[in-house]
């Protein structure tokens, strides 16, 4: 089955700090690749996603993300998080062998420190 | 900004009783999806519906659920016989196109807890 792992169960940083948080994903052929958050008490919003051309995609709220296909990785980015950003983050991929449905990692969860 | 809605946000149910979950998805959406999330755990698929059938299920999706889309605009989730296992968030989803360039938009979910 196809599979998608995050690297950090919970990332603490301080206002101002830049972010990385990993994503791989399991070879599937043709994939899409988003990164959703959930805010406290909140549904999941799109934060990006990326179906072809430039591998470097931009976000919302300052988030960036870059698909590396010989690593199998879509990492999300941002140079300075803010509080505002404490939030649980979802890698999802989907494609021609992941079926109709979006296959999620299992979070990481970023707690933004004032 | 058209969202997709879900209600109850909290449904309490005793073990054994049927729940029915309802959503409404976005208005020009013809894809239509329930994903579960246990407490802790990462978001689940559980089924997928296109042209007032199913299209795709996980092996979570067993005999105790259905779905439907009783009137053009609700699309519902029933589980038959609740079990204590079931009790986790359930986010409704939808989107225009199937995984070509149409993301999937999800509602608020509604926390389903069985006693």
């Known amino acids: 089955a196809q599979s998608v792992s995050q690297h950090n169960h919970h990332v603490i940083l301080s206002e101002a700090a830049s972010l990385e948080l990993g994503c791989n994903y399991s070879?599937?052929?043709?994939?899409?690749l988003f990164w959703y958050v959930q805010y406290p008490g909140q549904h999941l919003q799109l934060l990006l996603k990326?179906?072809?051309?430039?591998?470097l995609v931009k976000g919302i709220k300052g988030f960036e993300a870059e698909f590396i296909k010989s690593k199998f990785s879509f990492n999300l980015r941002k140079p300075s998080v803010q509080w505002s950003d404490t939030a649980e983050y979802f890698c999802a991929v989907n494609g021609e062998n992941y079926g109709q449905n979006f296959v999620f990692g299992p979070g990481t969860r970023l707690s933004v420190l004032p | 900004e058209p969202e997709v809605t879900q209600t109850p946000s909290h449904q309490v149910t005793q073990m054994g009783q049927e729940v029915i979950l309802r959503c409404v998805p976005i208005s020009n959406h013809l894809y239509f999806y329930w994903y579960r999330q246990i407490l802790g755990q990462k978001v689940e698929f559980l089924v997928s519906f296109y042209n007032n059938e199913i299209s795709e299920k996980s092996e979570i999706f067993d005999d105790q659920f259905s779905v439907e889309r009783p009137d053009g605009s609700n699309f519902t989730l029933k589980i038959r016989s609740t079990k204590l296992e079931d009790s986790a968030m359930y986010f409704c989803a939808s989107s225009e196109g199937l995984y070509s360039n149409q993301p999937q938009h999800f509602g608020d979910g509604t926390r389903l807890s069985i006693l």
């Open positions: 070879y599937g052929g043709t994939v899409n």
């Open positions: 990326y179906f072809s051309g430039d591998p």
